[in-house]
């Protein structure tokens, strides 16, 4: 069964980093790309960007470049979004999904939730 | 920057049929795809603009692109289906639609 696993929920102070993870299984991690899509309490779905599972490349939308970074390890399935310094803003449900490049997201994770507040 | 607009909420009764419409400038040149969204449950890809959809989602669920509009229809329209429905294309980067609420009265 194809599965993304998502670690759990995280409560932050603003300027703290946070590194949350996806874990991949089910399927040959290296032939998808893993994408981040955030949505805000009461709002819709917001791209955040996708990451080659082998971690070579990296697209950002617009809106979250320099903000956060993607990361992955073939070697463990996991692919990675990372705040250096959280902001209150930043508060959403984080979900990973598997896309193959300029695809539909066809599976997705539980979902983090991410709670930014001093 | 691209933009696709949603109606915010469509109503229908069970067993009816329900369209969501998704507006999007050249969109009869993308893929639309479609995805199920409920409540603290993750997102279900649901279908594309060819009504390719993946295995166990129901044929109740189509889709179809004419011009600028891309229209998902769900027919005999159960409980179940009540959920917030997302339009997504790529424009360089991806881009959701804002998301329809469907309410089954």
């Known amino acids: 069964e194809v599965q993304l696993v998502q670690s759990g929920a995280e409560v932050k102070k603003p300027a703290e980093s946070l590194k949350m993870s996806c874990k991949a299984s089910?399927?040959?991690?290296?032939?998808?790309?893993i994408g981040w899509v955030r949505q805000v309490s009461g709002q819709g779905l917001e791209w955040v960007g996708m990451v080659y599972a082998d971690g070579s490349h990296a697209r950002y939308s617009p809106s979250f470049q320099g903000q956060v970074s993607l990361s992955a390890d073939k070697s463990t399935n996991t692919a990675y979004l990372q705040w250096h310094s959280l902001k209150s803003s930043d508060s959403a449900v984080y979900f990973c999904a598997r896309l193959r490049l300029y695809d539909a997201f066809d599976v997705w994770g539980q979902g983090t939730i991410l709670i930014v507040s001093s | 920057s691209y933009v696709l607009t949603q109606p915010p909420s469509v109503s229908v009764a069970p067993g009816q049929t329900a369209r969501i419409t998704c507006g999007g400038s050249?969109?009869?040149?993308?893929?639309v795809h479609w995805y199920q969204h409920k409540p603290g449950q993750a997102p279900v890809r649901l279908v594309n603009?060819?009504?390719d959809r993946p295995s166990g989602i129901p044929d109740r669920f189509s889709a179809s692109t004419s011009g600028n509009m891309a229209t998902l229809t769900i027919t005999r329209v159960e409980a179940g289906d009540e959920a917030d429905y997302y339009c997504h294309v790529w424009h360089t980067h991806a881009v959701f639609g804002a998301g329809t609420q469907l309410t089954v009265l």
């Open positions: 050249d969109l009869e040149t993308k893929i």
């Open positions: 089910g399927y040959v991690f290296t032939d998808y790309w």
């Open positions: 603009g060819d009504s």
